[in-house]
């Protein structure tokens, strides 16, 4: 819901340091990579209990994840770059729920579950239109230049990291934070059901 919103402020700053280092010779994929590695060791941090060091290396994941794309927009987009991009961010997003579940499975276990069930159900709603919509040629730069078309929703990327933050800041409140961005996945899933269902109907 907020990233359209988002990429407005972070994108041209994001697109400077693209450039920067396009010309420096530094691909989008290793940057996509970067990210990965970065957010996997957040997960491990929050595993053993430092949050903060977890929190740290979460907005550098994400940075990395922004910067990626704009290196790639000052040199070349490929194929290859847009599915791991893609699918490095969902290896991430599953990363740090499992992550704080396995730090306290006795608090967290139930709602990091249900957390990790409510993003398996919006990234499948999410994946498969944007199949449909490259099988019908449907395209869009409302969120941004994107190597696949996608409906947005309730809980999106910015919301997402949101949630992780305040997760990082009070982890004793990860159930009811998991619970709440949880209910938000399951709906913007419905939602996104219902909107593909109009869209595919009428095309």
């Not at 359209?4 to 693209?18: E, S, T």
């Not at 991009?85 to 290896?91: H, K, S, Y």
């Amino acid at each position: 819901m907020l990233d359209r919103h988002a990429r407005k402020l972070i994108d041209p700053p994001l697109n400077v340091a693209g450039r920067g280092l396009a010309a420096m010779g530094i691909g989008a994929n290793t940057v996509t990579s970067a990210g990965l590695v970065l957010g996997l060791g957040a997960a491990l941090a929050i595993v053993y209990g430092h949050m903060l060091i977890g929190l740290a290396l979460i907005i550098a994941s994400r940075l990395a994840d922004g910067l990626d794309g704009a290196i790639a927009r000052a040199s070349k987009t490929t194929d290859l770059g847009g599915f791991l991009d893609i699918t490095f961010d969902f290896f991430f997003y599953a990363a740090v729920p499992l992550a704080f579940l396995i730090h306290d499975p006795q608090a967290n276990a139930l709602a990091g579950a249900v957390l990790l069930a409510s993003f398996y159900a919006s990234g499948t709603t999410f994946l498969a239109f944007a199949v449909m919509a490259e099988k019908r040629g449907m395209a869009t730069s409302s969120q941004g230049i994107k190597s696949l078309y996608y409906l947005g929703g309730l809980a999106e990327g910015t919301e997402t990291i949101a949630a992780f933050v305040l997760m990082c800041l009070w982890p004793a409140s990860f159930a009811m934070i998991a619970w709440v961005f949880a209910g938000l996945c399951f709906l913007s899933a419905a939602t996104r059901v219902i909107n593909v269902a109009y869209i595919l109907t009428r095309r």
